[in-house]
């Protein structure tokens, strides 16, 4: 950018030759789009508030004007101008911004967070398909709630049938600050089990869904490339490629790469695509029915969720029949004596 200093000199002589008076007329500021013009009065010059930095080549053209032979009027233009390292500096970095797209840990954390309220209830089946199409159906009743930090939750998820399952209990409690913990009651042993970390990869009481998808994957365990936009059943969705942030966490998750769609509109993952360590597709993740469960607070959940392994041809479809929030819960709930009820 320049800015251009123009002065219109007219000098009056007094009779001893000497120069009584020079007007200074007006400052024009320049650059690639055009040109901007302030005008001085007549009776004298009026400050421009185009740029302060015409100030100072005002003050230049006044000192130059004065060690000008005399004669008649002159009209000279005085560039200041942007440091050309300044100016390629600004392109680079709007231009990085706009090519980089999204933020897509940002969206990541949305995502995890997008079906979390205070606390809920629900009713809930399983629907199991073996590749030859044989279905096993489950019920069971699930219950959350959140943490005080407003990010971890506590959820319980006990199987009421068929008979060989019904009992059957899993506890689920985030930590943010460490490895999530893990209990799982078997009525058959009458005991409670604590799993540990490298056991989330494993399927979760028979279905497709491992222990990792059902607490959710860390946000902070991955990084994220945005890959795009796309449309999903006629909704935009971001496209997201997360890769685990070390050996530990693949191993652990059981995932080598993961590929989702996350609706732009309200954050949550319609669809998704899962690969192994060794680098093959093994599972295929859907999302439909998506709904508003909390509007106050802007939480969301799909009510059909549905997980294929693609090696196996074996899926698990979850579909909510009952969902309520903010029912009142206590904290004892979520504890192993209460994992032991049957009932």
Not at 11 to 29: I, M, P, Q
Not at 218 to 235: F, Q, S
Request: charged letters at 30%; proline letters at 3%.
């Amino acid at each position: 950018m320049h800015v251009l200093l123009r002065t219109d000199e007219r000098s009056t002589r007094t009779r001893s030759g000497r120069v009584r008076g020079v007007r200074r007329r007006a400052l024009v500021a320049r650059c690639g789009c055009g040109r901007q013009r302030a005008r001085g009065a007549r009776s004298g010059w009026r400050e421009s508030p185009v740029v302060p930095s015409a100030e100072v080549g005002y003050a230049r053209a006044g000192r130059a004007s004065a060690s000008r032979a005399r004669g008649a009027s002159l009209e000279e233009e005085i560039p200041v101008k942007l440091s050309p390292v300044l100016a390629l500096l600004a392109i680079a970095v709007a231009t990085s911004a706009l090519a980089a797209g999204p933020d897509p840990t940002a969206i990541m954390r949305r995502n995890f967070l997008v079906g979390k309220v205070r606390d809920s209830r629900a009713d809930v089946t399983m629907t199991l398909v073996s590749g030859s199409g044989t279905r096993r159906v489950r019920s069971t009743r699930s219950t959350s709630k959140l943490q005080p930090n407003g990010i971890d939750q506590k959820r319980l998820i006990r199987f009421l049938t068929p008979a060989d399952v019904k009992g059957t209990a899993t506890l689920l409690v985030e930590q943010s600050e460490g490895d999530d913990d893990i209990w799982i009651y078997l009525p058959a042993l009458r005991k409670v089990r604590r799993l540990v970390a490298s056991n989330k990869k494993d399927s979760f009481v028979g279905t497709d869904f491992s222990y990792g998808d059902i607490i959710g994957h860390k946000v902070e365990d991955w990084t994220y490339t945005y890959v795009g936009a796309e449309e999903v059943e006629g909704l935009t969705t971001h496209v997201i490629e997360a890769l685990p942030r070390n050996d530990e966490v693949a191993a652990n998750s059981g995932y080598g790469k993961r590929k989702l769609w996350i609706r732009v509109d309200n954050d949550v993952a319609v669809k998704g695509d899962y690969w192994d360590t060794a680098g093959s597709l093994v599972k295929q993740f859907a999302a439909r029915d998506v709904r508003e469960i909390d509007p106050a607070a802007h939480k969301w959940q799909a009510f059909h969720l549905e997980m294929k392994n693609t090696q196996t041809g074996h899926s698990t479809a979850i579909d909510f029949g009952t969902l309520d929030v903010g029912v009142g819960i206590d904290d004892q709930e979520f504890s192993e004596r209460y994992l032991e009820k049957e009932t």
